[in-house]
């Protein structure tokens, strides 16, 4: 976010929160927006954080689905948001402000997932929005996001646990479109 805030693993105090909150709410309803989320947010390069990680981040969020979240909701995105600022500066490993084919890999192999060498070129070449090679912050997120929800989709249907599913199209179709990516 563009309100810095380094302690490690622990949530900054309640009124710190409310204050960057208060900033946030430009209009003063007293609920964030798509669009007051993604000003507030940085992804280093100074460019507009994406919004399509946005809208995923913000669906995640918005418990009453009002399209906005409140400042509870802000709290737990505040601490989702840093969390992933500390895993991402682990995996940027030469301190770039993006992360490389390199860094994704290892970054995928933590989480656990083994993928090919030309899956992973696929997946940065998927959420590099400049076409540099390289994903940034908010592309990150919006890349872990979706392949954990991809995942959690198929492995409803992975019911012996062994990466091979046999669906029919129709089963296809709704898998990938109740989704959210």
């Avoid at 669009?35 to 913000?58: H, I, Y």
């Avoid at 083994?114 to 590099?128: A, E, I, Q, S």
């Amino acid at each position: 976010m563009s309100y810095r805030y380094s302690a490690p693993s622990s949530m900054p105090n309640r009124d710190f929160l409310w204050r960057v909150f208060q900033n946030v709410d430009k209009d003063r309803s007293g609920a964030i927006s798509a669009q007051e989320l993604q000003a507030a947010l940085s992804n280093g390069t100074f460019a507009p954080f994406n919004p399509e990680t946005v809208r995923l981040m913000l669906g995640m969020f918005d418990r009453n689905n009002s399209g906005t979240i409140d400042f509870d909701e802000f709290s737990a995105l505040w601490k989702y948001v840093t969390d992933w600022q500390q895993c991402f500066r682990s995996f940027d490993r030469d301190n770039s402000g993006n992360i490389d084919f390199d860094e994704l890999k290892q970054a995928f192999m933590n989480f656990g997932y083994r993928l090919t060498d030309p899956t992973v070129h696929m997946m940065l070449r998927k959420f590099d929005r400049l076409g540099k090679g390289t994903i940034y912050f908010d592309d990150f997120i919006q890349c872990c996001i979706v392949l954990h929800n991809l995942t959690s989709a198929f492995s409803q249907f992975d019911t012996d646990r062994d990466g091979v599913i046999t669906i029919h199209y129709e089963q296809f179709l709704q898998m990938v479109l109740n989704t959210k990516v």
